[in-house]
């Protein structure tokens, strides 16, 4: 197998590996698929805490800080940084980095930076793969850092045990952000920079959104089953100071305390099963979708199928369905 | 679809060099042309960017350096890359090199010495026609 040596160096914990096995995943779908199957059996024992929020609110500040206390007590920390693809060159700039500058040991934190490839939703397509690789590579926890969201890039709590969503004092535009698909997937919002003005209403602001939330709250057994995460959590709330590291006790006790809730409550097996359910979902979009597009590329017939549907004869959900019936999908 | 490489480069600043206009009009340029750059930043150590290469993984690493430091650090940062097995990156040095220099370097493997006033361009196709993967 062409990956099994940077695999067993990789399972020995040696970070080139990981980085080599990494490049191999972002590159490459068939690459991940034989890495992925190879070292899935060495995964799931990395806490994985996602870090969302604005542009500029302080994710990788707050990164750094959570790094320092981390390696203090002796964890191993995998970092993945996604910063977006430009739609216009397919380049990207990644700069998280220069907020993680102090020097970590290479032996207890690995951080990756990742352009998301015009992939939506806040991740890359290779993210949920290269968690495993820092996983198998033996970190104890795994932070990713999403893009900069806007209202919809929640994809994040699909792959995380916690997800920690920063907001900072004043402007109010980040409110206006959560209020939609953001407020729903949180389990703790932390209003950073909390020296700036303004900190105390903005907690305020967090709070009488959830208030209203679970005042006006539709009830349903469907939903309140299949997100029983986020259903049977209430969200906390706190202020840090990312600069200094001010109020990260509380913080860490809040993650802690999430930490138990999924295990204690048994939630833990529903986040897999949902996991686990929406990883598949994702490939099988990705590989039928080569697949069809192989098929429109190359085959005669769906050109024919097209020009009957630019005459009318044939609209685009007839000709799906003859694509299905093709690829011998039919039910 | 299933493969799409990308050119990954890692742009820096070692020493204690605090001229970074010219690494981010660098920067911008290489991502414009389709690449995915990773800044880190000024004052940057061997040892930091050395571990940045570790884990980046890329394929191009550009040293900017208007200091005067580059015989100094240079050598430290390729010695240190060999010591990890890093032999298939491009590792190219520009900013103020003055040319009696650039043999030196040169024989410790760095390429590149483009100074001030060089068209983008130049240096987006050095890239690409030098990676070494
Ligand atoms: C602007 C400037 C400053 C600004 C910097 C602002 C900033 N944040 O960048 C300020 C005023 C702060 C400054 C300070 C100093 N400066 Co000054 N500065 C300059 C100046 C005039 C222009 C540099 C610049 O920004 N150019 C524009 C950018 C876009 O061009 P560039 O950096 O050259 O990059 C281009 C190319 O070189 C190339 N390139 C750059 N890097 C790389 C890397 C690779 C791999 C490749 C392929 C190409 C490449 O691509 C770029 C695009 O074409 C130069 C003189 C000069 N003409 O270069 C002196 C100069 C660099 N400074 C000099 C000095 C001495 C200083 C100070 C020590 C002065 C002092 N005594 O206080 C301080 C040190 C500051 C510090 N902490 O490091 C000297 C350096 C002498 C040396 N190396 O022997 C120079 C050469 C002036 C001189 N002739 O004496 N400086
Ligand atoms: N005053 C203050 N500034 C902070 C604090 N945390 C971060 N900052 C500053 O906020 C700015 C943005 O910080 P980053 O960590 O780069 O923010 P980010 O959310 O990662 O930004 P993107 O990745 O670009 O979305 C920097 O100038 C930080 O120094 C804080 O607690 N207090
Ligand atoms: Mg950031």
């Given at each position: 197998m062409e990956y099994s040596n940077l695999i067993s160096q990789l399972l020995k914990g040696h970070p080139r590996a990981a980085a080599r096995l990494i490049t191999f995943v972002e590159n490459d779908i068939e690459a991940a698929e034989e890495i992925v199957n190879s070292i899935y059996e060495h995964t799931g024992n990395a806490y994985i805490l996602g870090i969302t929020g604005a542009p500029g609110t302080g994710k990788s500040t707050f990164i750094s800080t959570l790094i320092k206390i981390y390696v203090e007590q002796g964890k191993k920390i995998g970092i993945i940084c996604v910063d977006p693809t430009s739609p216009l060159t397919g380049g990207a700039l990644l700069g998280d980095r220069i907020r993680m500058k102090q020097l970590f040991s290479i032996d207890n934190v690995f951080i990756r930076s990742m352009a998301?490839?015009?992939?939506?939703?806040?991740?890359?397509?290779?993210t949920e793969d290269v968690i495993k690789i820092l996983d198998a590579y033996g970190c104890d926890i795994v932070i990713v850092e999403t893009v900069g969201?806007?209202?919809?890039?929640?994809?994040i709590f699909k792959s995380a045990h916690t997800v920690v969503v920063l907001l900072v004092p004043g402007l109010g535009d980040d409110i206006q952000a959560i209020k939609s698909g953001i407020m729903e997937i949180t389990d703790i919002f932390v209003v950073n920079?909390?020296?700036?003005?303004?900190a105390d209403k903005k907690i305020a602001e967090i709070q009488q959104m959830l208030e209203f939330k679970k005042n006006y709250k539709y009830d349903s057994k469907e939903i309140s089953e299949k997100f029983a995460k986020i259903e049977q959590w209430t969200p906390e709330i706190t202020k840090v100071n990312s600069k200094i590291g001010e109020n990260f006790d509380e913080l860490l006790g809040l993650i802690k305390k999430h930490k138990s809730f999924l295990e204690e409550s048994g939630v833990i097996s529903n986040y897999l099963k949902n996991r686990i359910t929406n990883e598949t979902i994702q490939i099988l979009k990705y590989k039928l979708t080569e697949k069809v597009e192989e098929l429109l590329n190359s085959d005669k017939e769906i050109g024919k199928y097209i020009d009957q549907a630019i005459k009318k004869s044939l609209d685009p959900y007839s000709m799906a369905n003859l694509i299905i019936k093709m690829l011998g999908l039919e039910k | 679809m299933s493969k799409e490489r990308k050119i990954k480069v890692l742009c820096c600043k070692p020493g204690l060099d605090g001229h970074d206009r010219g690494v981010k009009v660098l920067a911008r340029a290489l991502r414009d042309a389709g690449m995915e750059v990773i800044y880190t930043g000024i004052h940057q150590t061997p040892d930091d960017i050395v571990n940045t290469v570790i884990q980046e993984d890329p394929d191009a690493v550009m040293l900017s350096m208007l200091s005067g430091s580059h015989n100094a650090i240079c050598p430290i940062i390729m010695d240190k890359l060999k010591e990890h097995g890093i032999d298939d990156v491009l590792v190219a040095v520009g900013g103020?090199?003055?040319?009696?220099?650039k043999t030196f370097l040169e024989s410790h493997g760095l390429k590149g010495f483009y100074g001030p006033g060089t068209d983008l361009k130049t240096i987006v196709d050095f890239v690409k026609n030098n990676l070494k993967r």
């Open positions: 998301n490839r015009g992939q939506l939703g806040g991740l890359a397509r290779a969201v806007g209202q919809s890039e929640v994809d920079k909390m020296d700036l003005p303004g | 103020i090199i003055p040319d009696e220099d």
